[in-house]
């Protein structure tokens, strides 16, 4: 049976930071979107984070007909899925939960509607196991704020049928992403491995008393954060290799990788940890709330977003290139 690419109502379960940035999104792109989330006040709670995002999304230009009251909330997972063309799940990530929820959710849903889940790096054979029609199941994990990274990484499961990973292809394109295939199916995908692995070095920085949280990001928004945004780990240790490139980085630098820079393993998430974390990040913040901070990372972003298109242009590529 051919999957539905062409899609026209977008159905949401989960609503909180990604959820809600997959609403916008898909209400940017003119669609008509239907929500569920069970939480108490969640319908609020999403129509506000939307309206925080809107100004973002109409500088960066909306579709034809886009509008925020085209977001109808409802009360059951049956009515949000039963009628959709394209379903996204972004609830708790806990496998028991989206098990539970995805066996609910392809019962109701047409067996033509590809459905995606958001998950970070669970697997989805697993947490698909219990689905009807699971050849149509796929992981699509986005990058927040859902609205407007491009990046969304496609995961399929042992029963995912290849023209599944196809369709979602076209389906986030059409919602103006970049997919990405993983074609192993191992946990945490490709970019959360990247991240984790950052993230828990910059943990033990913290730990052992050789950086506050503010100078480890300092560490990365002045340097590898601003080359990132156009040019990945590759292909920057190409040039950095000079002329001759990566044979000789990898003679000069790689030797260097079995020094002990790193530590690899968690550290112990202890209390003290914990609070230096929390205190760190307050002091980060400032006076500042989360909504502005989420506008200020927007503009920034489209004006990131904006440089990268023109100079690749400038230099005959095109954005996803
Ligand atoms: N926060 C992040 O940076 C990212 C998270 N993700 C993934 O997205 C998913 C959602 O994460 P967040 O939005 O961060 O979590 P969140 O905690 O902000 O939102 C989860 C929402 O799910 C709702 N919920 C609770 N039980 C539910 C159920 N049985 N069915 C449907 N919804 C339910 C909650 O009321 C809440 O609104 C997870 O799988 C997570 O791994 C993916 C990319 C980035
Ligand atoms: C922390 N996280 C693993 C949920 C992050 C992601 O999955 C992607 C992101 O937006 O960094």
Not at 116 to 124: I, K, M, Q
Request: glycine share 8%; net charge negative; proline share 6%.
């Amino acid at each position: 049976m051919p999957f539905i690419t062409k899609i026209k109502t977008f159905a949401a379960l989960g609503s909180g930071v990604i959820g809600s940035g997959w609403v916008a999104r898909a209400l940017a792109h003119g669609l008509d979107v239907i929500a569920w989330d069970p939480a108490p006040g969640a319908e609020q709670a999403l129509r506000k984070r939307i309206a925080n995002a809107w100004p973002a999304l109409e500088k960066q230009g909306l579709a034809p007909g886009a509008a925020q009251d085209r977001l109808t909330f409802v009360a059951t997972i049956e009515e949000c899925v039963r009628d959709a063309d394209f379903i996204q799940e972004s609830a708790p990530e806990r496998l028991d939960l989206k098990l539970d929820l995805h066996a609910k959710i392809s019962a109701a849903a047409r067996p033509d509607a590809i459905i995606g889940s958001s998950t970070s790096g669970l697997l989805p054979s697993e947490f698909y196991e219990s689905s009807t029609h699971p050849e149509r199941c796929v992981v699509g994990h986005p990058f927040n704020p859902v609205y407007l990274l491009p990046l969304v990484e496609i995961v399929g499961g042992k029963r995912t049928a290849p023209e599944a990973i196809e369709a979602a292809k076209t389906i986030y394109t059409a919602l103006g992403m970049r997919p990405l295939h993983v074609r192993k199916e191992v946990p945490g995908f490709i970019a959360d491995r990247l991240l984790e692995a950052l993230w828990r070095e910059a943990l033990h920085l913290v730990n052992d008393g050789v950086a506050t949280t503010g100078e480890i990001d300092d560490a990365i928004r002045f340097g590898a954060g601003l080359r990132w945004s156009f040019m990945g780990t590759f292909l920057t240790y190409t040039l950095a290799g000079g002329d001759a490139g990566m044979r000789h980085f990898m003679s000069q630098f790689g030797p260097a990788l079995k020094l002990p820079w790193t530590y690899l393993p968690a550290p112990e998430l202890t209390d003290k940890l914990i609070d230096d974390v929390v205190d760190g990040t307050a002091e980060q913040q400032g006076e500042r709330s989360i909504a502005a901070l989420e506008r200020y990372r927007d503009d920034t972003l489209l004006a990131v977003l904006d440089a990268v298109k023109t100079s690749k242009a400038n230099h005959g590529m095109a954005f996803g290139d």
